[in-house]
């Protein structure tokens, strides 16, 4: 069977790097390819970006010459906002879509930031509390004056993505998503289901035990999930096109 390439798009804060334990847990039909966003990681050099549209057409770009092999999109918190403009541009170019999407620490789109919390214009201080509050990030670099310094404008810019990121209705996509949440995290079960909203087809939701990053605890398990999915769905369709044509 081929390998299908599972797009890894990052969460606030975060570069390619910080799915390092999704690579080591992959099972043999993911390609797992995480990828990096400007002003961070391998691209540090870059300016950051600041609106969730422009991200989503940066990873277009990086992307759009592989679209034609099998393949699925992986979002965490920030990258749940990404990874659904991002198909929506796909399917606005008429290329192939993902055979699915799966989401992780984020209620749909019309749940974003829905207690209007603005963070991203807090002093430092309060900023980096509020960041705690959240985990993610070791207490080692968040006490560290030099690494804040530098994680601060990259932080910022994330939290300005999702905090000012406003839903526009469209016609919903027909691409099937997972979305799995924490336990203890503020996004709830009922935030997940409002994916519905956004596709024809289905929506399963499932819930792992853990706060906002329960992914760092649990790559097998959501590996093995993914895998499971993806089995199925490229199973169906590989069998589909073997059909004898009419």
């Known amino acids: 069977m081929k390998k299908i390439n599972l797009f890894c798009l990052p969460f606030a ?17 993911l390609q797992v390819e ?7 990681g391998t691209r540090y050099h870059e300016p950051l ?25 992986y979002g965490h918190s920030m990258g749940t906002i990404i990874t659904f403009l991002l198909a929506k541009i796909i399917r606005s170019k008429r290329l192939p879509p993902p055979l699915h999407l799966f989401l992780t620490g984020a209620g749909g789109p019309t749940t974003i930031n829905k207690s209007g919390e ?6 430092t201080d309060a900023f980096f509390a509020k960041i705690k509050e959240m985990g993610g990030i070791d207490n080692e670099i968040l006490d ?7 994680f601060e ?32 995290e503020k996004a709830t079960r009922e935030d997940a289901l409002t994916w519905q ?17 329960f992914i760092f605890d649990f790559p097998s398990d959501i590996m093995q999930l993914i895998t499971h ?7 169906n369709n590989e069998q589909t096109a073997n059909l004898p044509q009419a």
């Open 13 to 29: 804060g975060g570069s390619k790097y910080a799915y390092r334990s999704y690579m080591a847990n992959a099972t043999p039909l």
């Open 34 to 40: 995480p990828l990096e966003l400007p002003g961070r």
């Open 49 to 73: 970006l600041k609106d969730a549209h422009e991200m989503a057409m940066d990873v277009f770009k990086q992307i759009e010459h592989r679209l034609h092999e099998p393949y699925a999109i």
């Open 118 to 123: 603005i963070r991203y214009l807090l002093p």
């Open 144 to 150: 560290n004056p030099d690494m804040t310094r530098f």
């Open 153 to 184: 404008p990259i932080l910022r810019a994330d939290f300005q993505v999702v905090e000012t990121y406003r839903h526009q209705p469209d016609m919903p996509l027909d691409i099937p998503i997972t979305v799995v949440i924490g336990t203890g």
């Open 197 to 213: 909203l956004e596709t024809t087809a289905p929506v399963e939701v499932r819930q792992l035990p853990g706060n906002h990053f």
């Open 229 to 235: 999915q993806l089995t199925l769905k490229f199973i």
